[in-house]
């Protein structure tokens, strides 16, 4: 009997033709971001001779994305890469609700409930998260918010929910 592993191959789903499946598919969401800048600029005004209009940029950047994102693709195809890697959506997913928290509780709660509120939204998105520690880093960044906003920058932002301010 022999110590040493078998290694069973891995049974993919894919076409033998994608050999670097995360180039490939990498390479793919660029070009649907690409195509999205391209429709998203189509009804701006565009160049005329030497004078920028206000879609020449998203439509230059959005053709160079396009061309990486084929070339990227391009190389999932000819060359062999790693396998397509498994995905965590715990942070992201955290994060963004936590930005949707901020967006949607500024205005009825005002800042300082709102930014503790989404800091300690966005701490959930990992395991490791010590809540000794987050509370007081969600502190001092609450802290230096309101500092910062009202009376460094001059923004008149509310502060705390307006059934306080009455």
């Not at 690409?34 to 998203?58: C, E, H, K």
């Not at 715990?90 to 205005?107: D, E, H, K, M």
């Given at each position: 009997?022999?110590?040493?592993?078998?290694?069973?191959?891995?049974q993919?789903?894919?076409?033998d033709?994608?050999?670097?499946?995360?180039?490939?598919?990498?390479g793919?969401?660029?070009?649907?971001?690409?195509?999205?800048?391209?429709w998203?600029?189509?009804?701006?005004?565009?160049?005329?001779g030497?004078?920028?209009?206000?879609?020449?940029?998203?439509?230059?950047?959005g053709?160079?994305?396009?061309a990486?994102?084929?070339?990227?693709?391009?190389?999932?195809?000819?060359?062999e890469?790693?396998?397509?890697?498994?995905?965590?959506?715990?942070?992201?997913l955290?994060?963004a609700?936590?930005?949707?928290?901020?967006?949607v509780?500024?205005?009825?709660?005002?800042?300082?409930?709102?930014?503790m509120?989404?800091?300690?939204i966005a701490?959930?998105?990992?395991h490791?998260?010590?809540?000794?520690?987050t509370?007081?880093v969600g502190?001092?960044l609450t802290t230096?918010?309101?500092l910062l906003?009202?009376?460094?920058?001059?923004?008149?932002?509310?502060?705390?929910?307006?059934?306080?301010?009455?």
């Amino acid at each position: 009997m022999s110590d040493a592993p078998s290694h069973v191959p891995e049974q993919s789903i894919l076409p033998d033709w994608i050999r670097g499946p995360q180039d490939f598919f990498g390479g793919l969401a660029l070009v649907a971001i690409a195509l999205f800048a391209l429709w998203a600029s189509s009804d701006l005004q565009g160049m005329r001779g030497f004078s920028f209009g206000a879609g020449t940029a998203p439509r230059m950047f959005g053709v160079l994305l396009l061309a990486l994102g084929a070339g990227i693709t391009l190389v999932g195809i000819l060359t062999e890469g790693p396998a397509l890697a498994v995905y965590a959506w715990r942070g992201p997913l955290f994060v963004a609700l936590s930005v949707l928290t901020f967006a949607v509780s500024i205005r009825p709660m005002g800042m300082v409930f709102s930014a503790m509120a989404s800091f300690m939204i966005a701490a959930l998105g990992t395991h490791e998260t010590q809540w000794k520690e987050t509370f007081i880093v969600g502190v001092c960044l609450t802290t230096g918010c309101a500092l910062l906003f009202p009376y460094a920058l001059g923004l008149p932002l509310q502060m705390l929910p307006a059934f306080l301010n009455r």
